[in-house]
């Protein structure tokens, strides 16, 4: 299957830093991106959909003004956490559908995720 | 998009067949049944999708009940690897995100 891959793994950072995390389709086309965050023991959270060269859509409760998403190209989004504090610490997920069939059945891929502790 | 509900644990002995049910009765005629699993602190895997028909690939076999209100993923020969969390996800064909629930956590035990 497609790969998607994420960097870093995992990040420390300093609380009221920033930290931005990476997620790369590395061999097809994604125009729109999606970011979940995990907590232990709990499942994934759908935090926004990152679109291709257009601002992103964030669900309900996720402050925009704190995870900055950037998705310029068709291979790349981005999402930084903006002067993280301990509560941020969290396993950030990115995944990418393509789409270049036009289908929309296709299966989403997923980065392997990055583990934040903020201390 | 539907809801589904899965029980929160299995377990299942090495070797044999680990039958995972989903239910999804509020599921509407375009959404598809997809299945993931997550092994721990790894991001999720895909296994399998199908919107009627059941299907089968390398991982996993795919049945659909006749009225779409349920689903079991079966892993036919499961070994400790296949222990991690699955997710039943349905989804309609228009937009591409996916509504992660609780999952199961499969336990393959030897």
């Known amino acids: 299957g497609a790969v998607v891959s994420q960097h870093p793994s995992r990040v420390i950072c300093k609380s009221g830093t920033s930290v931005k995390i990476e997620c790369r389709s590395l061999?097809?086309?994604?125009?729109?991106m999606f970011w979940y965050r995990q907590f232990p023991k709990q499942s994934l959270m759908l935090m926004a959909t990152s679109n291709e060269g257009s601002k992103a859509t964030y669900e309900q409760g996720v402050e925009k003004d704190k995870f900055l998403i950037n998705h310029a190209s068709l291979t790349l989004s981005t999402l930084t956490v903006t002067s993280a504090h301990p509560e941020d610490s969290s396993f950030y997920i990115c995944?990418?559908?393509?789409?270049?069939?036009?289908?929309?059945?296709?299966?989403?891929?997923f980065g392997q995720g990055t583990r934040l502790t903020v201390v | 998009d539907a809801k589904t509900t899965q029980p929160p644990s299995m377990d299942c002995a090495e070797g044999r067949a680990a039958n995972l049910p989903c239910n999804h009765s509020t599921i509407s005629g375009n959404e598809y049944v997809y299945w993931y699993r997550q092994i721990h602190s790894q991001g999720p895997q895909y296994i399998i999708h199908?919107?009627?028909n059941n299907e089968t690939n390398e991982m996993a076999s795919l049945i659909i009940t006749e009225d779409r209100k349920s689903s079991t993923l079966i892993l036919p020969h499961a070994t400790l690897r296949d222990t991690a969390v699955y997710y039943c996800i349905v989804k309609d064909n228009q937009g591409g995100k996916l509504i992660f629930g609780q999952g199961t956590e499969l336990s393959v035990k030897p």
């Open positions: 061999d097809f086309q994604a125009t729109t």
């Open positions: 995944s990418a559908r393509d789409t270049s069939g036009g289908s929309g059945s296709t299966e989403a891929f």
């Open positions: 199908g919107l009627k």
